[in-house]
T-cell receptor, first 113, second 116 residues
């Protein structure tokens, strides 16, 4: 069985500040991990994904995430927040042949000017 | 590449009515997924197709729900005898699968269903 927990349903940062969105997973098989972003009234867009190999993964819009097996974590970071980063962020895990995604509850990111 | 499209974008219906949603995947994609997202929650997997074959269904997909992908292209999701608990955003995603769970899923904008 697989599951994802996102710590903090809402995170607020100032423009230019560090963004840190937390994700912990549970998986009985080697996990594949994803971060998606959802803007209002839009579908989900892939930010980045971890498959195998390098544990630090770089994505679009300056985001990156680090896979830490010992901590079962895949936290999302961005050094400097921009107003356009305000959105809902979802962490997801996949591991079976079907490729279905198991999502966390989401974290809403607000960016203050 | 026109992306994944879904129709309608919004649907309001009365309890007990039947509704049908359509999803058009990216043209060369052979896998198609349906998810449901309720307010304040992440998407939940409902079912997926590889070409025209429905390979997995979630226990969330009760007998009132049926999905088809008759020619391996577009898909429909029908809900019979809708209930207020069916109110949600229904998301469709597609991928070009080589049998790997890491294949990127591209999501459509969703259909928002409101059951009165």
């Amino acid at each position: 069985a697989q599951s994802v927990t996102q710590l903090g349903s809402h995170v607020s940062v100032s423009e230019g500040a560090l963004v840190l969105l937390r994700c912990n997973y549970s998986s009985s098989v080697p996990p594949y991990l994803f971060w998606y972003v959802q803007y209002p009234n839009q579908g989900l867009q892939l930010l980045l994904k971890y498959t195998t190999g390098a544990t630090l993964v770089k994505g679009i819009n300056g985001f990156e995430a680090e896979f830490k097996k010992s901590e079962t974590s895949f936290h999302l970071t961005k050094p400097s927040a921009h107003m356009s980063d305000a959105a809902e962020y979802f962490c997801a895990v996949s591991g079976n042949q079907g490729g279905k995604l198991i999502f966390g509850q989401g974290t809403e990111l607000s960016v203050k000017p | 590449d026109t992306g994944v499209s879904q129709d309608p974008r919004h649907k309001i219906t009365k309890r007990g009515q039947n509704v049908t949603f359509r999803c058009d995947p990216i043209s060369e994609h052979n896998r198609l997924y349906w998810y449901r997202q309720t307010l304040g929650q992440g998407p939940e997997f409902l079912t997926y197709f590889q070409n025209e074959a429905q390979l997995e269904k979630s226990r969330l997909l009760s007998d009132r729900f049926s999905a088809e992908r008759p020619k391996g292209s577009f898909s429909t999701l029908e809900i019979q005898r809708t209930e207020q608990g069916d109110s949600a955003m229904y998301l469709c995603a597609s991928s070009l699968a080589g049998g790997k769970p890491t294949d990127t899923q591209y999501f459509g904008p969703g259909t928002r269903l409101t059951v009165l």
